[in-house]
């Protein structure tokens, strides 16, 4: 097994702090007259504070994802798990992150929040990974933060290159799995128990269909975990949430099914645009959603709003001008697209 050496590489602030201790964790029993959190006492649904480590759902997280629940944090999406990762980590003003471009926005907005220096590795023009590359940038660095499948590209990192940078990289190597359950790819969580360093976030809210109650998953070595539980809010994923996420993982065929349809679905799309005449470039996804390159991304993008669909202008980010991203919808609402798509085909040729 490879080792991480949490002391070398963790805030010492935080690593030398207490956990708070709530009510909740000082008395885990659910018999008895509880005057302990100041709650309101007259009975509903949420008049109780929730369980503050989520463990119903650990459970069934853990069996799941076949991972074991010291394992599991659960955050306020995952956006929440990477922000306690920044600020569990980085000192302020004085440590680095280095990741790679184009990728999730939030890396950059976290590293600001927390006054963290961020290195921006370049992917190449097909978005592929230059392990090299990132472990010459992240010599000093704490965190190493990957995106795969990666956002706004779509497309899964060769998991050889992301690999290296594990073997290589002594401090954490934070692989964002957001789009993982609609990739053909192997989640790095196999890799768990083999190497310390390695920690998974995953959400609820893609391919699960929960974005609307905030539930991100992240996945790493106990020691991890238990540093960032010392940092998280102790209440920070609500009592409703919990119960909903816990109903629909125990409806997993349900989500299976969906996540098909979505598949099939993408395979039609981009069938569909595949040698469009106004489609320039489409490039591979293993995510639900597809990024695309057209001759004018921004007079396109206000086409498709002004006929009612809303696709998302990449343009502006690194390696993707006149690029738009697309998520795939249900059927009706990809037909939509399409319909739109060909419509500006036909006012083009008629101006
Ligand atoms: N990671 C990536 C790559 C994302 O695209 C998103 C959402 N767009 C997130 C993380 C955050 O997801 P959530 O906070 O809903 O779990």
Redesign the pocket.
């Known amino acids: 097994m490879k080792t991480f050496d949490l002391e070398k590489f963790a805030r010492p602030n935080v690593l030398a702090m207490k956990a708070y201790s709530s009510a909740r964790d000082e008395y885990t029993g659910n018999e008895g007259i509880f005057l302990d959190a100041n709650e309101n006492p007259f009975p509903s649904a949420v008049n109780r504070y929730p369980d503050p480590y989520q463990r119903e759902l650990k459970t069934e997280l853990a069996r799941i994802k076949k991972v074991r629940e010291e394992q599991i944090i659960v955050g306020n ?4 798990v ?1 922000d306690l990762i920044y600020r569990a980590f980085c000192t302020p003003g004085k440590d680095k992150v280095v990741t790679i471009k184009p ?2 926005g ?1 890396y950059s907005v976290l590293a600001e929040t927390n006054d963290v220096e961020l290195v921006e590795v370049p992917l190449d023009a097909d978005f592929n990974l230059d392990a090299a590359a990132v472990l010459e940038a992240a010599k000093d660095a704490k965190i190493v933060v990957l ?1 795969s499948p ?2 706004p590209s779509g497309n899964l990192l060769n998991r050889n290159e992301v690999m290296k940078i594990v073997e290589s990289f002594p401090g954490l190597v934070v692989i ?1 799995e ?2 993982i359950d609609f990739s053909n790819g192997k989640s790095l969580l196999a890799e768990l128990d083999a190497y310390e360093n390695i920690f998974v ?1 995953q ?4 391919a699960y269909g929960l ?1 609307g109650i ?3 998953l992240g996945f790493g070595s106990p020691k991890v975990i238990a540093l960032l539980n010392k940092v998280k809010p102790p209440y920070n994923v609500n009592g409703l949430s919990q119960r909903f996420a816990l109903a629909r993982l125990n409806d997993m065929e349900k989500v299976t099914k969906e996540v098909l349809d979505i598949l099939l679905e993408r395979s039609r799309l981009l069938l569909e645009m595949k040698d469009h005449p106004l489609i320039c470039k489409i490039y591979r996804t293993d995510a639900n959603f597809i990024l695309f390159k057209v001759d004018d991304a921004n007079t396109m993008y206000d086409f498709f709003a002004e006929n009612g669909v809303v696709v998302r202008n990449r343009s502006s980010q690194y390696n993707c001008e006149n690029c738009l991203r697309v998520s795939v919808g249900t059927k009706t609402e990809n037909d939509k697209f399409l319909e739109v798509l060909n419509e500006y085909n036909t006012t083009l040729k008629t101006k």
Request: proline share 0%.
């Open positions: 999406g995952s956006d929440e990477l990728s999730y939030m995106c990666n956002n964002d957001a789009y976030s959400t609820l809210s893609k974005a905030r539930v991100g």
